[in-house]
Antibody
Framework: QVQLQQWGAGLLRPSETLSLTCTVYGASFSGFYWNWIRQPPGKGLEWIGEINPSGTTNYNPSLKSRVTISVDMSKNQFSLKLSSVTAADTAVYYC??????????????WGQGTLVTVSS | IQMTQSPSSLSASVGDRVTITCRASESISRYLNWYQQKPGKAPKILIFAASSLQSGVPSRFSGSGSGTDFTLTISSLQPEDFATYYCQQSYSTPLSFGQGTKLEIK
């Protein structure tokens, strides 16, 4: 059974770079699309972007200038970097798996979530 | 693509039949997924491609619709169904979610 385990710094100051990593256990890394999604406290879900095992990415235009998603197939990991964070980036960040590009069949496995707080 | 759910919140009793609606700002064919989220937990997929039940999800959950209008129906509410429900379009990027429907116990 696939498990996604994520980690990264939970407290950042404004202008710093958010960095999170998600490791995939119990399933093949190739053949799927790997996504990041965030949820501000008490609010809805926002898709950040996706990457395939070949490294092809697709980002939300609202964050594109600040986002980098990368993959390390040798470690079954993918990572998120978000630069120049502000308080508006405070959210629970989730990694998630999709079986197709653009999650045509939905996100079928999720990480446990990481609360990232941006505060001076 | 803007996704709008109604209602935003809903009170119901165990055993009730409940329907949640999701409307897309443009046609998304049948590229619509539904999730359940409980407090402090990651969302869990219930329905994909508008009406396909995810493996392991109870059959009391069902989805329908195409184009711009979709519904999630829970045929007989169980205590564990009280949660927040989100729709999500996968027709085009950026992928987008509805604002959520909070289902509470009456």
């Amino acid at each position: 059974q696939v498990q996604l385990q994520q980690w990264g710094a939970g407290l950042l100051r404004p202008s710093e770079t958010l960095s999170l990593t998600c490791t995939v256990y119990g399933a093949s890394f190739s053949g799927f699309y790997w996504n990041w999604i965030r949820q501000p406290p008490g609010k809805g879900l926002e898709w950040i972007g996706e990457i395939n095992p070949s490294g092809t990415t697709n980002y939300n235009p609202s964050l594109k200038s600040r986002v980098t998603i990368s993959v390390d197939m040798s470690k079954n990991q993918f990572s998120l970097k978000l630069s120049s964070v502000t308080a508006a980036d405070t959210a629970v960040y989730y990694c998630a798996r999709a079986r197709t590009i653009a999650a045509r069949l939905g996100f079928d496995s999720w990480g446990q979530g990481t609360l990232v707080t941006v505060s001076s | 693509i803007q996704m709008t759910q109604s209602p935003s919140s809903l009170s119901a009793s165990v055993g009730d039949r409940v329907t949640i609606t999701c409307r897309a700002s443009e046609s998304i064919s049948r590229y619509l997924n539904w999730y359940q989220q409980k407090p402090g937990k990651a969302p869990k997929i219930l329905i994909f491609a508008a009406s396909s039940l995810q493996s392991g999800v109870p059959s009391r959950f069902s989805g329908s619709g195409s184009g711009t209008d979709f519904t999630l129906t829970i045929s007989s509410l169980q205590p564990e169904d009280f949660a927040t429900y989100y729709c999500q379009q996968s027709y085009s990027t950026p992928l987008s979610f509805g604002q959520g429907t909070k289902l509470e116990i009456k």
